[in-house]
Each structure stands twice: as C-alpha cells, then as structure tokens.
C-alpha cells in the first residue's frame, strides 16, 4: 500500500485548505475560450506598474546572474526616509504575506493561540494554524452597523489572555473594505499586553483616506508591527515585495527565520523607484476614487447593496448564492472575487478597475439580472 504522506505532516498542515488565489485570464480563456477579459478579482493596480519602476527592472536585467542584495540596503534606505525609522527597524518580504508568515512561525507554537477578526484576511488563519497555534476568531460587527462586517475591537480583546502572543488587524480590512477609527485603533493597541505583538496589515493604506501616520506609533508601542506592500497602489504585484516596521529587536528575530534573498534584485530595484514616483501614486488614487463612486452608484441602481470601502474593492451583497453570478460574469469575460471561503457565500469582492472595465462590469451584472 502507498504512503499516505498527508497523515505523515504536521498536525496543523494536515487540516490546511490552500490559500485560494482569483482566476488568471489565461485560465479563463483556455476554460471557457472567451476573449477580451478584465480581471477584477485581486485588487491589482488597472492603471499597470510605476513607468519609474519598470524603468529601473530593465536597468537590472544584466546582473540576473548574480544573487539580489540579501539586507536589500537602497531598499531599506529609501524606506527608511520614507517613513522617518532606522533600517534596522526594517524587515523586507517576498510581498507583506511573507513577513506575516515569517511573523507566526517566530512567535506562534501549538501552545500559543493569535486573535484576528471574522472576515479577515485568508493568510491570518493559514499561517496560525499551519504552525499548529489556536486561531481566536472575534464575532465581526454586524451588517447594520455603521462599519458593516469590520473589525469589533472590544470582542477581539476579550479573546486575549497570557498566551496570546499575535493579534492581528487589517486596516483597511480585506475583503470587507472596512476602515477603523484611528483613535479606537490606537487605544486598543495601548491596552494589548507588552508580550503579545500587534501586526497592524496595512496593504490598502495608500487608498485610504485616513490622516494619522501609523508609523509615529512605533515609537509608543514596542510590540506594533506595521506590514505593508507594494503590490497594491504600487502596481507591482507581480514582483511580490513587501515589508515590515518594528521595533528592531523584533525585526533581528524575523531575520532569523527569514529565507536568504527572499526579495529579488528586479523587486528591489522596482519597490525603491516605485516609492519615489509620487506621480503615479497620486494618479492611482485619483482612479480609484472616481472609479469607486462609479461602481457604487452603478451596483446600486441594479439593487445590490454595498459595503463603504477605504480600499481599492467593493464587498457586495447579491442578495442571493453568488456563485452563480460569479459563473455567469466568466462566460461574459469578467472576473470578479467570489468570497465564500471567508465566510461570505452572498458576496462578491470587486476589485476597482478603469472607466470602460467598470462599465463592462456593470453591464454583464445588469445582462444577467435581467
């Protein structure tokens, strides 16, 4: 009889379902041969990369035969200019889901337990439970509340005891796009205990309109880590880089767990010009926001109800399985996020794309409904 190599892992890894990516164009095609698609599924950036970082990825290509600078010095420099801390506070990921994982497999043991919202991000639960850790999951706010699905501070901190060593919190939240108020997130992380870290993901900053810079906390709270990517406003997905903020003793121990040029030289290269071109970046948000109001007016007048989002998606309603939506805006070229494997069998999250994709998106829904 062959092997049964499942049963042979770890306990933590043998429960795992892997993490479920949106559907590639290239897929859809060869799936259903249909043509001239739009892929509104994984809140890419529609507006393509930074002309500034593309340039610098083709400046790098005649040294791919030597390894990437494994401390990734310019990168941590730029970085560190950026938001006003010292390098070593710095940690650098393969895309900001690298450093959460690196984060629950330094802190995490099947005798501790993290603490994170209903409706968070998927890697939250996959890299706590994949190191055999207890998962809290805190009740989110209800749907008529006035942060529909979010974050509920109070029931996460209640879940909190001696061995809670990570809590983790999405601000603004994927895939429910919520947003917290800035003086509540910061009076919970003053009441987290010093001996559990509080990792503050904050992909989506960028399009929000929140004020306070979060960075001006490290320097309050010795065990906040801020994570953040370029693979959002940035529009470098494809080159997955991200990082975190700490303090420096924590980012010493990731570094002790972190893979050997985890970043390559081209996401190096592209990260360090992509911060620069403020440019692009304001172009970015300008997109988002017009393309947000649009979305919004246009889902709403086909009667499905939406969640206000800070982010560069709309969590949406469609009032019935939407699986079947979902199946039907493929044949009609249109890839959007359905949301089941979050707890949200209704939903679909709807990534913010350019004028014409928005409107090729609205009109497949309003072909379907009818």
Known sequence: MACDFLQLATPGVQGLHPYLPGKPIAELEREYGVSNIIKLASNENPLGSSPAALKAIVGGLGELNLYPDANGFDLKLALSQCHGVQAECITLGNGSNDVLVLLAEAWLSPVHNAVFSEYCFAVYPIATQAVGAEARIAPALPAASEMPLGHDLQAMAELIDSNTRIVFVANPNNPTGTCLDMLELESFIGN???????????????????????????????????????????????????????NPQIAAVLNR???????????????????????????????NRVGMQQLQSGLQALGLQTIPSAGNFILTDMGA?????????????????????????????????????NDQLLNALQAIYA
């Open 257 to 287: 767990v972190r893979q050997p040029f985890n970043v390559n030289s081209l996401a190096l290269l592209a990260a360090e010009a992509a911060l620069g071109d403020t440019e692009f970046l304001a172009e970015t948000k300008a997109v």
């Open 192 to 246: 987290i205990p010093e001996n559990c870290l509080i990792v503050l993901d904050e992909a989506y900053l960028e399009y929000s309109e929140a004020e306070t810079d979060t960075t001006r906390w490290l320097e309050k709270y010795s065990n906040l880590v801020i994570t953040r990517t370029f693979s959002k406003a940035f529009g470098l997905a494809g080159m997955r880089v991200g990082y975190a903020l700490s």
């Open 321 to 357: 399985a939407a699986m079947p939506v979902y199946e039907a805006l493929l044949r009609r070229s249109v890839i959007v996020r359905p949301v089941g494997n979050y707890g949200l069998p209704n939903h679909l999250r709807i990534t913010i794309g350019m004028q014409a994709q």
